[in-house]
């Protein structure tokens, strides 16, 4: 069981490292050329990137659920319950960005420095920037933290290891976004990641907190 575990942890590390090049392999042809790559060429080589990436990503992932014996994950249709609860999350969600907001209003919090570096890249390379935190960010990241790193965990069929594994993907979600030197950005990152965790969580159905990840990131990126 720990071995199984180490691997799996280590397969989601080596794919965080794949997603991080991948952002770089998309951004760099267009800061290099100071903005003078052309849009179809970025939108291309995005498509390829990354569709390499989640057809690898996606792989693992259904590889992972077929070594285990819970029956809570599969696919839910999006009937009146799913959407009622889908509402509730971007309700939460948007608590949570606000109380965050209001605490770097006050001063206790500065600028992640996470949201100052997408700032600077948006102002270089807008049209990968956008591709990558409205398309591929939202798809990748649920992937990497709820559909492989809570499943890295062994006892999927019990409530208790479950709710451990929605924390434990909160916390390294919020630590993925901000360091552990800046403690209340960190905490809120975290929240954010467990509004989607305990989205994954109760539907059983990763496109449900694919969907709110991206409605997330697409309203930030518009603001």
Request: net charge positive.
């Amino acid at each position: 069981m720990i071995k199984t575990t180490l691997k799996r942890l280590g397969i989601v590390l080596l794919l965080f490292i794949g997603y991080t090049y991948a952002e770089l392999m998309v951004l760099l042809p267009t800061i290099r050329s100071n903005g003078r790559a052309g849009s179809v060429f970025v939108a291309g080589l995005f498509i390829v990137v990354f569709g390499v990436l989640l057809i690898v990503l996606w792989r693992t992932y259904q590889w992972f659920l077929s070594k285990e014996k819970a029956d809570h994950w599969h696919r839910r249709l999006l009937d009146g319950k799913m959407a009622g609860f889908t509402a509730l999350m971007v309700v939460l969600m948007y608590a949570v960005q606000i109380a965050g907001g209001l605490i770097q209003m006050s001063g206790a919090a500065a600028q992640p420095q996470n949201q100052s570096n997408l700032l600077t890249l948006m102002q270089q390379a807008p049209l990968a920037m956008a591709l990558i935190a409205c398309v591929g960010g939202p798809a990748v990241e649920e992937l990497l933290f709820r559909g492989l790193l809570m499943h890295s965990l062994p006892h999927q069929d019990r409530l208790g290891w479950r709710i451990f594994a929605g924390i434990l993907s909160s916390m390294v979600f919020g630590l993925a976004h901000t360091g552990v030197a800046d403690p209340l950005n960190w905490a809120i990152y975290s929240a954010l990641g467990g509004v989607f965790a305990l989205t994954y969580a109760y539907t059983g159905d990763i496109r449900y907190s694919m969907f709110l990840h991206f409605v997330n990131n697409t309203v930030a990126l518009m603001l």
